[in-house]
């Protein structure tokens, strides 16, 4: 499938501010899901690229001088391909690196209690279908419901509350395999829904698990499904943090508006 991808986002702010520091990771990974057919990322400072830790392909973007605005914007077109949601286990870090609980994914609250069934139905069943059903059930625990929660809530808050965006059920994802002891990371990217007008759906998060003679297995419990060629890998991560797209500082300012605009859709 053939994606065109626009990426607007615009702060304000209430006053100038004298610096402002962006941590961008807007740029799809190379991997044999996607070929980068066409890609710009613009802002008005001055950007720095290289690749981080993870392998995704990074930017700084450092602003001097009084500003009261600024954008950041990214074009592109990514042709993808259906791998039935696997990617090979040699895409990154060693598969242990992902066991690491975080500040977001730490086994505490209800995270135990959930995942304990499923380490009974691993021998069994092995992992691959274990997970396929903790992606259900997840997507059935966890209402997806937008503004409920924020960038700082954890795994154990989303599922005590019952809700969350996609953001909240990768980071149940995640802490309940690394539970069970099975690798898993965040990714970030973009979702093509099937329809050019809802942009709430277009920028997205999901979860990969490693499984042993598969590879990096992609779990969306959002949306109950794996990935597609639908789907747009920009990052992945420990969690949100390691993977966001758009990160950020500044020096003075005031208060802060962001709006963001995405757009994706299929040229063929």
Same mark, same amino acid.
């Given at each position: 499938?053939?994606?065109?991808?626009v990426h607007e986002t615009h702060y304000r702010f209430g006053e100038p501010a004298e610096h402002s520091i962006q941590y961008l990771r807007l740029t799809p990974r190379p991997d044999p899901?996607?070929?980068v057919r066409s890609w710009t990322l613009s802002t008005p400072g001055k950007l720095s690229g290289w690749i981080d830790g993870f392998g995704n392909l990074s930017?700084?973007?450092?602003?001097?001088?009084?500003?009261? *605005?600024?954008p950041v914007v990214v074009r592109g077109e990514v042709e993808t391909r259906?791998?039935?949601g696997v990617v090979p286990p040699d895409d990154g870090l060693p598969p242990p690196m992902f066991l690491r609980q975080t500040r977001y994914t730490r086994a505490e609250g209800g995270i135990? *209690?959930?995942?304990?069934?499923?380490?009974?139905?691993?021998?069994?069943?092995g992992v691959l279908a274990v997970l396929?059903?903790?992606?259900?059930?997840?997507?059935?625990?966890?209402?997806y419901r937008p503004g409920c929660t924020d960038v700082e809530s954890t795994a154990a808050e989303a599922l005590e509350h019952g809700y969350g965006v996609c953001q909240d059920h990768a980071h149940v994802f995640l802490a309940c395999c690394r539970a069970l002891g099975v690798p898993a990371r965040y990714v970030s990217g973009y979702l093509f829904a099937?329809?050019?007008?809802?942009?709430?759906?277009?920028s997205h998060a999901w979860a990969e698990a490693y499984v042993d003679d598969l590879g990096?297995?992609?779990?969306?419990?959002?949306?109950?499904?794996c990935a597609t060629d639908s789907y747009v890998r920009l990052a992945v991560g420990l969690d949100y943090d390691g993977a966001s797209p758009v990160r950020g500082v500044r020096r003075g300012g005031g208060v802060e508006e962001m709006s963001v605009r995405v757009r994706v859709v299929s040229d063929q």
């Open positions: 499938m053939r994606l065109s991808i899901t996607q070929h930017h700084v973007s450092v602003q001097d001088g009084r500003h009261d *605005e600024l259906d791998t039935s135990v *209690e959930l995942a304990e069934p499923f380490r009974d139905r691993l021998a069994d069943e396929h059903g903790l992606m259900l059930t997840l997507h059935e625990r966890i209402e099937g329809s050019d007008s809802d942009a709430a759906v277009a990096w297995a992609s779990f969306d419990c959002a949306n109950g499904i």
